[in-house]
């Protein structure tokens, strides 16, 4: 019972919190938006100066008295300075790269301020992860590993910068929230047959100088090995003829939905993850097709590998998927 009021009174907490933070990034604290409240070893602190405040006006000792009134003065002037630790700190920027599903996501907390006053002991939460926060010359960054169970967006919720700096008798915190959700990738099948052969009249070839197959004949240029050098029809033509070398770069690859009807929903996800990668470690050209959507390429290379690998991180799932 005392749990389940703890969390609605949360929950609540959270709403009006973030109905006060900025709603896109860059955000940037100021006194309205920290929050400052003693810390455990703060509140027993607290109790001993009012012990000793006690004691001191109980039997009228004046030095006891001054010691109890200064202590009060740095511990007011500590709640005071945790404040300004934060004050003007400014996070411009939350992002991760995508990562499969069940790996740990990097997310990345990009700060800034003012230079011209330290900050020390900033600390970063979220999701039950931790990270310091350092500042140097006026920027810096943390780091948080999330861990990742799911293919699609990952909402990681609410960011606290927090401190407890100087004297560790007030803990100032504030929120921040990414302006958009991170995308996991899909897990990749472990193992499984090889990729199906290239289709299609998509048979290309590029010049290389370690190919194997003579593309033409150009005439000769300053640089070029002797070794190219076309001699027999370089005689012909009574001018001097170097050989270009072509490498066949093979046909498309088709990764195809409907070539997997023996697997269930998330199975042909994680296997056609697979192929995609196995396709961009062999330099292939490929296309994705799915089911509802356009087919992606063909192509190769990082942006092409995204593409494919964002259209099935946020393809629907089983109920809600066309065959």
């Not at 915190?173 to 299609?200: F, I, K, M, N």
Request: glycine share 10%; charged share 20%.
């Amino acid at each position: 019972m005392a749990t389940s009021l703890r969390q609605r009174a949360r929950a609540r907490f959270d709403r009006w919190a973030r109905r006060r933070a900025p709603a896109t990034l860059p955000v940037r604290f100021d006194r309205h938006t920290i929050y400052v409240l003693p810390t455990r070893f703060g509140t027993f602190f607290v109790l001993v100066l009012l012990t000793m405040g006690l004691g001191a006006l109980n039997y009228n000792n004046n030095p006891a008295l001054l010691l109890c009134l200064a202590l009060a003065g740095a511990a007011v002037a500590s709640l005071l300075q945790a404040q300004l630790q934060l004050s003007g700190l400014e996070i411009h920027a939350i992002a991760a790269e995508p990562v499969p599903a069940g790996s740990v996501l990097r997310l990345r907390v990009h700060a800034r301020a003012a230079p011209g006053r330290v900050r020390r002991g900033l600390r970063v939460e979220c999701a039950g992860q931790a990270a310091p926060l350092s500042l140097e010359a006026g920027a810096g960054e943390a780091v948080l590993a999330l861990p990742t169970l799911r293919r699609g967006w990952l909402d990681p919720g609410r960011l606290t910068v927090s401190t407890t700096r100087p004297l560790g008798l007030a803990r100032a915190w504030t929120y921040a929230w990414a302006d958009t959700p991170l995308l996991v990738y899909p897990a990749p099948e472990p193992s499984g047959p090889p990729l199906p052969r290239g289709q299609g009249d998509g048979q290309q070839s590029h010049l290389d100088p370690a190919g194997d197959d003579v593309h033409h004949l150009r005439e000769w240029r300053h640089g070029d090995s002797r070794r190219v050098v076309a001699w027999k029809a370089s005689a012909r033509r009574d001018t001097l003829l170097v050989r270009e070398f072509e490498q066949p770069l093979g046909a498309n690859v088709a990764l195809d939905w409907r070539m997997l009807p023996g697997l269930d929903h998330e199975g042909r996800i994680r296997r056609l993850a697979r192929w995609v990668d196995e396709a961009e470690r062999g330099t292939l050209r490929y296309s994705l097709w799915l089911p509802g959507q356009a087919v992606t390429g063909p192509g190769s290379g990082p942006a092409h590998r995204h593409a494919c690998l964002r259209a099935l991180a946020l393809l629907p799932g089983e109920s809600g998927a066309p065959h």
